[in-house]
T-cell receptor, first 114, second 114 residues
């Protein structure tokens, strides 16, 4: 069955430091992979997606992610974190067993300290 | 600026009452998803529609939940009767084309059942 694991429930980084959020997936075929961000009280917003091709994907707000098939991972990175990046981050994989829907991870909460 | 709208944003009700949540997808999007978010379970897919037809509602408790799309501009999620365990944030999302592309999330309806 498809599943997504985000091993880190909470992560704290200093402003200006680099960031890496981990995502591991279990999927029988080539997955479609997504990272979404959720600010407090808001819905989810797409940061980036991977369907095929170049395994290093660029997204909005300076984020990037790398698809590593051998490690079943799709980690999200940012070279320098800003205070406004504090949010909940979700990794997702699809398609699900039911077709078009996605399976979301439990999320990683990012705290940015001054 | 096209966006998914949801009403109401907040709802407090008593156990046993009927709750109806509404969603207006982005004009032209033909895939609509309903998700529920709780601290314990994270983001769960309840149901989704394509071209107004339900494709999957296996995530929904059938005895009390129902989802419909009366027309292309309106999706509804109804709970009758509501229970305290239904307290959660309910998100609607819409997508274009085949639905595995970006899902655009609404701001959510925060439901509290007393």
């Amino acid at each position: 069955a498809q599943s997504v694991t985000q091993p880190d429930i909470h992560i704290t980084v200093s402003e200006g430091a680099s960031l890496e959020l981990r995502c591991n997936y279990s999927y029988g075929a080539t997955p479609y992979l997504f990272w979404y961000v959720q600010s407090p009280g808001q819905g989810l917003q797409l940061l980036l997606k991977y369907f095929s091709g170049d395994t290093l994907v660029q997204g909005i707000k300076g984020f990037e992610a790398e698809f590593k098939r051998s490690q079943s991972s799709f980690n999200l990175r940012k070279p320098s974190v800003h205070w406004s990046d504090a949010a909940e981050y979700f990794c997702a994989v699809g398609p699900s067993n039911s077709g078009y829907a996605l399976n979301f991870g439990k999320g990683t909460s990012l705290l940015v300290t001054p | 600026d096209a966006r998914v709208t949801q009403t109401p944003r907040h709802k407090v009700t008593e156990m046993g009452q009927e709750v109806t949540m509404r969603c207006q997808p982005i004009l032209g999007h033909n895939t609509v998803f309903w998700y529920r978010q709780t601290m314990m379970q994270g983001l769960e897919l309840l149901a989704y529609f394509r071209n107004r037809a339900p494709l999957d509602d296996s995530g929904m408790p059938k005895d009390r939940f129902s989802a419909e799309m009366p027309d292309a501009t309106l999706a509804t999620l109804k709970i009758q009767p509501s229970e305290p365990r239904d307290s959660a944030v309910y998100f609607c999302a819409s997508g274009a084309s085949w639905g595995l592309d970006e899902q655009f999330f609404g701001p959510g309806t925060r439901l509290t059942v007393l």
